[in-house]
């Protein structure tokens, strides 16, 4: 199994960057199916940004495609979010989230392994 662990929140006014971090222990890290969730107050829980095991093929949210860029390092048990053009609508807590099988899926009750949460708030 594997323990992914956030890092990389934080306070950002509307148009700037943050660069989310996952780093997930475990030697089967390149195994897994990897995404990014988000959840604002009140709000249910949403995909964001996923990555097959092998990279080969990411998966983004329309609410953030062309501003949000997935990466993994299967040697380095990481995976990355890059955020830029940043929206106050973007503000809520982000976790990382594995899942195994042979399909990516962006449901998030799909996923059998999360991370704590890292805040992400955008000023406007």
């Known amino acids: 199994q594997v323990q992914p662990v956030e890092s990389g929140g934080g306070l950002v006014q509307a148009g700037g960057s943050l660069r989310l971090s996952c780093a997930a222990s475990?030697?089967?890290?390149?195994?897994?199916?990897m995404a990014w969730f988000r959840q604002a107050p009140g709000k249910e829980r949403e995909f964001v940004a996923g990555?097959?095991?092998?990279?080969?093929?990411?998966y983004y949210a329309d609410s953030v495609k062309g501003r949000f860029t997935i990466s993994r390092d299967n040697a380095k048990n990481t995976v990355l979010l890059q955020m830029n053009s940043l929206k106050p609508e973007d503000t809520a807590v982000y976790y990382c989230?594995?899942?195994?099988?042979?399909?990516?899926?962006?449901?998030?009750?799909?996923?059998?392994?999360w991370g704590q949460g890292t805040q992400v708030t955008v000023s406007s």
């Open positions: 475990g030697r089967t890290f390149s195994s897994y199916h």
């Open positions: 989230a594995a899942k195994t099988g042979t399909f990516f899926n962006s449901d998030y009750r799909r996923y059998d392994y």
């Open positions: 990555s097959r095991w092998n990279g080969e093929r990411t």
